[in-house]
């Protein structure tokens, strides 16, 4: 079973979906744009050793890839262990950060398809 298919299996992360002004912030701005956002995200807010304010970085609105931060558990670092097995107080790698990004961006085309 693949992680999104976990995922939709969590009663808090499967209820979350994109809004109408998500889905035309993603029309927009396209994919390409959303991707370089979500590896902007990802390396500045969670891929640290210690992410300032872990736990609380990623808002709950605002932009798409936050609300696919919290739908795929790549929201903190204690999401990301739980869900992905990435131990915290270390620096993710490129290739996690790459990872990470991919399952944003597989759920936000889910969303948009």
Not at 25 to 41: Q, V, W
């Amino acid at each position: 079973m693949n992680i999104l298919d976990r995922l939709a299996k969590s009663k808090f992360r499967s209820r979350l979906k994109l809004r109408a002004k998500e889905l035309e912030y993603n029309k927009d701005k396209g994919l390409d744009t959303i991707y370089s956002h979500a590896c902007d995200f990802i390396r500045n807010r969670v891929a640290t050793e210690e992410p300032v304010n872990d736990g609380k970085q990623t808002p709950m609105r605002g932009h798409p890839v936050f609300i696919a931060q919290h739908a795929t558990a790549t929201c903190c670092r204690g999401c990301i262990e739980k869900w992905h097995k990435f131990s915290q107080h270390r620096e993710l790698t490129q290739a996690e950060q790459e990872y990470l990004v991919s399952i944003i961006m597989e759920w936000i085309t889910k969303q948009i398809n």
